[in-house]
């Protein structure tokens, strides 16, 4: 798993001041992406045991964050590293965790490889970008396809 950008705080990706990182690696490829050198999940700095360490401990020593994004690309390119990164950060940190996916909430659920991650993510911002329907009024999100559903143990809340 590759690291294309780190903001150790942000008020773009979710409610309150958050640490968001950036994922490499996305087969959606959405048109007018915000950010297509995400796509190659070759760009970036390897996540090593010691990069996660840092970024723990960075996580850990704000006292001001409200919580965790992690974005891209697509979080979900590689499921299995994705469930590894949530479950450490989710340990050490005891955070709050939005996960930003082109992946809509039904195609992640009917997949027992994709679903994984979800059981670490407590806001799920799911939906590819659609150029069409991009509306810079909404808030956490692109286009007015792409939604915001709150997780508990995994399954959208009613």
């Given amino acids: 798993m590759r690291v294309l950008n780190i903001y150790k705080s942000t008020i773009s990706d979710g409610p309150g001041l958050r640490y968001s990182i950036y994922l490499s690696g996305c087969r959606h490829a959405c048109p007018g992406c915000h950010n297509p050198r995400s796509w190659d999940e070759n760009s970036g700095i390897l996540l090593t045991p010691q990069a996660l360490d840092q970024i723990t401990e960075e996580i850990n020593s704000d006292p001001l964050l409200d919580g965790i994004t992690i974005s891209g690309g697509d979080p979900f390119f590689n499921p299995a ?78």
């Avoid at 007015?144 to 959208?156: A, D, E, F, M, T």
């Fill in 81 to 158: 590293e994705l469930t590894d990164l949530l479950a450490e950060l989710k340990i050490k940190t005891n955070k709050n965790i939005w996960c930003y996916t082109g992946y809509t909430i039904e195609t992640i659920l009917a997949s027992e490889k994709l679903s994984a991650p979800l059981r670490y993510i407590d806001t799920l911002v799911d939906g590819p970008f659609i150029q069409s329907l991009y509306d810079p009024t909404l808030l956490w999100r692109g286009s007015s396809n792409q939604r915001v559903i709150r997780l508990q143990s995994g399954r959208p809340l009613p």
